[in-house]
């Protein structure tokens, strides 16, 4: 373009100079003048004036000055006001000066005007001008090279931008939502660029929020459900095995029966969905905070209203100050949920329980505690897929994949109350995680056992 431009400037002017020796010599100054301005239009850098300046010709007196750049227009001839007016006019300005003429070129650099003078002493302005012509010729054969090498690299990078782009949407469109591109080329593609950016972020956040919103959707499944199976529980025998019954009995018994089946196969497809979305949840989101208290207080909302249908005495402590954790408010209530509803689940109803939470030595504990028969083998109970009761193990299953995402573990021991005691530990974000023992964060008795966890 800036070819382009000096050409449409230079070839006017030289077929309008005519046949007499001024208009020649004031055209060689123009060509002068126009290497020292094509330099200005690629770069200030003096250094390269200074090249552009020393090409323009031999004789140092008659060589370009630029005004506006620093201290090298001192030794110019040209006055305050003829520069002025070049600046204000922006065109060339030809004044006359002793012993010759001054041609006032400005170059439009930014927020300032710089200006080429070309001195042409009376000397030169009656030689011929045949030379010149040669010159003006391969100053625009230079320039026209110059804008074929520019408008190749500016061409190589627009292409390489618009490759990267297509990859990149060939990977979205096949369900890689973690590429990215890096914005470059010409501005419009960098836009693109960037836009893309924002795009796949926004994707991935909607996947997020989709898979969060189905997860906490079975996560309120599951906490009613609870209320189900014990009230299907409650009913009477569904074994048919054993005695006559007339057909009105043998259909209610089945009844209860498939009620009782299908509250299982219920129970069993939401763990499996809670599972899934979570996992997906997690890997794609990362690490998240919560506090610890808000979720424990928010979660005995709905377990003390249940807690007070089957008279069961209950109490929270601990849970009135903020403690935050590192896991998802989701992920913890799910673990809390699934540790308190073995305690419905497996232990008489009027059975007493608990959920203390405390802080100490690096670690955040939740202790859940209930008055019930206790677990025989907590070793075999916190295996994954294991459980005393004849259940799949998946509550303590949930509530030790949460406490090992926190860099924490999960216990079984026996509970002030009596019977079981489940501690999670999490580790403390605004302490320095060490290894201690658990017994002083929730006043247990020193000498009790540590369950060990499998990894799996």
Known sequence: MCALVALAFLVPLATGLGDRARDEAIADAARRSALVTGALAVSTDPAVVQRAVAASGDDPATRPVVHGLGAD????????????????????????????????????????????????????????????????????????????????????????????????????????LAVRVEPSGPRELAEAGYAFNRMADRMVAARTDDRELVADLSHRLRTPLTVLRLDAEALESDDTSVGSFSEAELDRRRGIRR????????????????????????????PAMCDVSEVVRDRMVFWAALAGDQNRPHRVTGAQLRIPAPVPRAELAAALDAVIGNVFRYTPQGTAFEVAVSRRDGYVAIRIDDAGPGIANPDRALRRGASDQGSTGLGLDIAKRVALQANGSVSIDRARLGGASVVMLLADPEATPRQVSRFGLVGRAVGRRKSSLDPD
């Open 259 to 286: 009620i009782r089946q299908a509250i299982v196969t219920l129970e069993g497809e939401i763990d499996v969905l809670i599972k899934t979305t979570r996992k997906a949840v997690t890997h794609e989101a990362g």
């Open 73 to 176: 227009g001192s030794a110019g001839r040209a006055g305050g006001a003829d520069l002025e007016r070049a600046r204000a006019e922006r065109r060339s300005v030809v004044v006359d000066v002793d012993g010759g003429v001054l041609r006032l070129d400005p170059v439009v650099l930014g927020d300032r005007t710089a200006v080429v003078e070309v001195f042409v002493p009376e000397s030169a302005l009656d030689e011929g001008a045949g030379g010149r012509w040669l010159l003006l010729l391969g100053v625009a054969a230079a320039l026209v090279g110059a804008a074929v090498l520019v408008v190749d690299r500016v061409a190589a990078r627009a292409v390489d931008s618009a490759r990267g782009l297509v990859r990149a949407a060939l990977a979205i469109g096949d369900g890689d």
